[in-house]
């Protein structure tokens, strides 16, 4: 079953370049409808998850890019890339001298392609399934993660987890495009920084992404 998920990724996506992190190649998807029936055709279902493991979505790429340029960030930590989608994040912090990466996403196939994504850019990322969104979480620094804060639900659930985490001492950092869900309050902005997109995804060729801390500095 891996070795076909593998082929099936693969033969969906073409590895390439980032032009906002030109430091990494993931396996990139063109077309987002065609590519989400092709997983439900191959998974033969019909309500399949839609595949953001295959786009580098704008808050994944502004946090991979302010951590490539501030090392220091992630420089001897251990740390967990959240919903990591494609693994972008986490391959950053892996290249930026990271003690130790782990990625946790609800997809499957997003844990096999960040596999694929860190050995196309040399690095190693552990995966860590199962999480308990109802405690703070052990054995990690920080959590890094980009662009959660899409849906209602979910975002409300993910950010009262990510605050018992930095009530716990883990620090947090998020990139956000402006997403609906994102909260108005108990965020500590690090950066701003005008990322392209594609009209694939988004309604327009950039977006304004702010990198934050959870919590306030100080």
Request: overall charge negative; glycine content about 8%.
């Amino acid at each position: 079953m891996i070795i076909d998920a593998s082929h099936f990724i693969l033969a969906q996506t073409k590895l390439e370049p980032l032009s906002f992190v030109p430091e990494l190649r993931l396996q990139l998807a063109q077309e987002a409808d065609p590519l989400w029936r092709a997983v439900g055709a191959w998974k033969g279902e019909e309500d399949t998850p839609f595949p953001f493991w295959a786009f580098a979505w704008p808050g994944g790429q502004a946090l991979a890019r302010y951590i490539l340029d501030k090392p220091e960030t992630v420089s001897g930590l251990r740390v967990l890339d959240f919903a990591a989608g494609s693994g972008i994040v986490g391959i950053a912090a892996a290249k930026a001298g990271a003690k130790e990466v782990w990625a946790a996403d609800i997809d499957d196939l997003s844990q096999l392609v960040t596999q694929i994504n860190a050995t196309h850019n040399g690095v190693s990322i552990g995966a860590m399934n199962d999480l308990y969104l109802g405690k703070p979480l052990k054995g990690v620094d920080l959590i890094i993660a980009g662009d959660v804060c899409y849906e209602h639900t979910m975002s409300h659930r993910i950010l009262r987890w990510l605050h018992l985490c930095v009530e716990a001492g883990v620090k947090v950092l998020m990139a956000d495009p402006g997403r609906a869900y994102l909260p108005k309050e108990g965020l500590s902005e690090l950066a701003c920084l005008n990322v392209p997109t594609s009209r694939e995804l988004e309604d327009k060729d950039s977006r304004e992404v702010k990198v934050y801390a959870l919590g306030f500095l100080g």
